[in-house]
């Protein structure tokens, strides 16, 4: 049995969290989540304006805090904070151990961004897997483009002794699966096996969300939020595995909060793909192991597709989202009739957007019309608007029209204090798939 915490499931998650998987009982590995989809666009923006960027800096710092009870608890980490300049990062935490001969694992070939001329040409027109449309339509445009490698590559850096792998984009689940297929020696095509370790992956990749963190069950009743425990998974080679947390710590583990977990970005429940294997979660068995603790078993799985998803991003315009509080009485009211002025003024400009969106915060934001009528005594309400486009000057005019309405719109407003809302660019994303046989993981070890 080997004991796999997981201490971030963002970037931007707790700081602390690692830390406390590390000094609060005997683990094996522990693996940190930071990347998702915008992130790779962001971290690339970082290294165009210096080449030494484009990584979580965060994960370096947690290494400096932590490096003696990782090293000398012999614990081996494994996170994707390589974002899009892996050999960077690990040239950064090697920088933060201070010690000779710590083995460092790089994954790299998933930043296939100066490749997709090759790809289109080659007659790969990595379509968008939500409209079809060829890549070729918005390459100008594209930011970022990242291959998701699967859990082989982390278990192949393990095997060559790291005790640290850094990935750039990988699966969330494959942070887990590579040292369960590692330790255990699992084949490359068990399928049920690797469908095991891949559910498991799933479970935890969002840190304390499966722990209590997030949880609609009996929510006020769960224990001690402030002093969360994040996951650890206790994975047997047959596949079963038990998610539970360090003693002592806050949240909660049942089956129920478990399985909302499960639900988390599932789309067919009987067809999970990964680049691992097709894992089946109708196949799930779950069963409470006591306090905090729950076990999976009887998870099976199918054979890996052919191809390696695509993770893009691109420009595509600009946005600028504003807000205004309006207070009793009739606030709602009060509301409503600012989002008609400020909508007539911008017609009489001549502004055009490729969309507007007003929302009532307090009111029906968060349900839209299924939240009905609110009182006419609600306390307040917000006003928050949104628009987006192609032509900078008009959002950019947008966010001038906002705060003459303090004293030329409906009265008892306030939340002013923010200032004038800021333009930013919106960064779109771009699913595709693309041949395995194309793309190939790059594993590298160095020695600190």
Known sequence: MIRIANGQGFWGDSLEAPLEQIRRGPIDYLTLDYLAEI?????????????????????????????????????KVV??????????????????????????AVVAGDDILHRLDEFIRGGFPLKSLDTGEPLSNILPAVQSANVYFGAAPIAEA??????????????????????????????????NKLAAGTIAGHTVECGAQCTGGNCQVDWESIPDLAGIGYPIIEASADGSFVVTKHAGT??????????????????????YITPDCVADFTSIRLE????????????????????????????????????????????????????????QRLDRLGLSFDAIRSEFVGANACHGPLAGEPSSEIAEV??????????????????KELAPLALNGPPTVTGLGSGRPKVEEIVAYWPALIPKTCVAPQVSIQES
């Open 39 to 75: 992130t790779m666009s962001i971290l690339q923006k970082q290294r165009t304006r210096d080449p030494r960027a484009g990584y979580a800096r965060d994960f370096v710092e947690m290494v400096a805090r932590g490096a003696r009870d990782i090293l000398d608890r012999k614990i």
């Open 79 to 104: 996170a994707n904070a390589g974002g899009v300049n892996p050999r960077a990062c690990r040239d950064a935490v090697a920088k933060a151990l201070d010690t000779r001969g710590v083995k460092l």
């Open 158 to 191: 393990l095997d060559k002794g790291a005790q640290f792998v850094i990935t750039g984009r990988c699966t969330d689940t494959g942070l887990v699966l590579g040292p369960m297929i590692h330790e255990f020696k699992w084949a490359l095509d068990d399928w």
């Open 250 to 271: 806050g949240g909660r583990i049942t089956v129920a909060s478990i399985k909302e977990q499960l639900l988390y970005e599932l789309g067919d429940p009987r067809g």
């Open 288 to 343: 409470q192991d006591g306090p905090n603790r729950v076990r999976f078993s009887g998870i099976e799985g199918k054979p890996a597709t052919d191809s390696y998803k695509v993770s893009i991003s691109y420009s595509a315009g600009f946005k600028a989202i504003g807000m205004l509080a309006y207070s009793w009485p009739d606030a709602y009211q009060k509301a409503q009739a600012a989002d008609r002025v400020l909508r």
């Open 382 to 399: 917000v006003l928050r608007v949104g628009v987006r486009g192609p032509d900078k000057a008009a959002i950019e005019r947008f966010t």
